[in-house]
């Protein structure tokens, strides 16, 4: 499995087990996914990633958008609860 697919997973998992609004403003990346993405940052410094390392990078910068859209949505639902 690759790290892009395993931080997908951990983003399927944590929607399907059912989240409140809080729950989504407190949602951190493991730890093994937050190293993959520094040492895929670091290594883009350099121009030493590959198509595939950068197509996973992209794909993090992806999700990480849509956690930030979720977080900000979901402290507007908080904030009339």
Request: glycine content about 2%; hydrophobic content about 40%.
């Amino acid at each position: 499995m690759t790290a892009t697919r395993v931080d997908y997973e951990e983003v399927v998992d944590f929607i399907a087990a059912g989240s409140s609004p809080d729950d989504v403003i407190g949602f951190h990346p493991s730890e093994t996914a937050s190293q993959r993405v520094m040492d895929l940052l670091e290594r883009a410094k350099s121009s030493a990633l590959t198509p595939d390392e950068q197509s996973e990078l992209d794909h993090y910068f992806q999700l990480e958008h849509l956690m930030r859209l979720a977080k900000a949505r979901a402290r507007r639902f908080a904030a009339h609860e």
